[in-house]
T-cell receptor, first 112, second 114 residues
């Protein structure tokens, strides 16, 4: 099945700095890579996703980049704010595309 | 449009008991996936159902089972509960899980096993 590895497990930045979280996947046929944000006590929610036919996608302060050759994708958050503090999960489809497999998560703390 | 609804939200059981959790997906969503979330372990995939068929199963023992009904509602059951089964159980629905569909999560069912 798909193996998704996520790094780092924790990340602490100062408000206004940038944060980068990286994930690698194992199945070269994977074609869809979402990122979910889970605030404390809440459910995971999709914040951005990218499909394999593009290399980068931006939505205001967040962006995702995809390197299919190296089989990794990254989440970039610029001008971080305290409300960005949460656990972020990357995901990729399983080998038969019937479900999504998640990375272990990154706990991001933005210090004011 | 109602979101994904999970019941019960909280429950406490003792070792050896069994538990059934329910998930009602967003109207029109035919795929339901279940995940176990424990601190430091991320979201561990349990199983996925589509049109009443289990299409994929994660690496969990046979004590974990599930099913999906014709209206797409899904249930999962854990028998002979162990302390290590204490976790937040999340279900997520999507239109279809052919590799590029957005998952919408429910609020979860928090199970405590004493």
């Amino acid at each position: 099945g798909e193996n998704v590895e996520q790094h780092p497990s924790t990340l602490s930045v100062q408000e206004g700095d940038s944060a980068v979280i990286k994930c690698t996947y194992s199945d070269s046929a994977s074609n869809y890579f979402p990122w979910y944000k889970q605030e404390l006590g809440k459910r995971p929610q999709l914040i951005i996703d990218i499909r394999s036919n593009v290399g980068e996608k931006k939505d205001q302060r967040i962006a995702v980049t995809l390197n299919k050759t190296a089989k990794h994708f990254s989440l970039h958050i610029t001008e971080t704010q305290p409300e960005d503090s949460a656990v972020y999960f990357c995901a990729a489809p399983s080998y038969n595309n019937n479900d999504m497999r998640f990375g272990a998560g990154t706990r991001l703390t933005v210090k004011p | 449009k109602a979101g994904v609804t999970q019941t019960p939200r909280y429950l406490i059981k003792t070792r050896g008991q069994q538990v059934t959790l329910s998930c009602s997906p967003i109207s029109g969503h035919r795929s339901v996936s279940w995940y176990q979330q424990t601190p430091g372990q991320g979201l561990q995939f349990l199983f996925e159902y589509f049109s009443e068929t289990q299409r994929n199963k994660g690496n969990f023992p046979g004590r974990f089972s599930g099913r999906q009904f014709s209206n797409s509602r899904s249930e999962m059951n854990v028998s002979t509960l162990e302390l290590g089964d204490s976790a937040l159980y999340l279900c997520a629905s999507s239109m279809d899980m052919t590799g590029a569909n957005v998952l919408t999560f429910g609020a979860g069912s928090r199970l405590t096993v004493l």
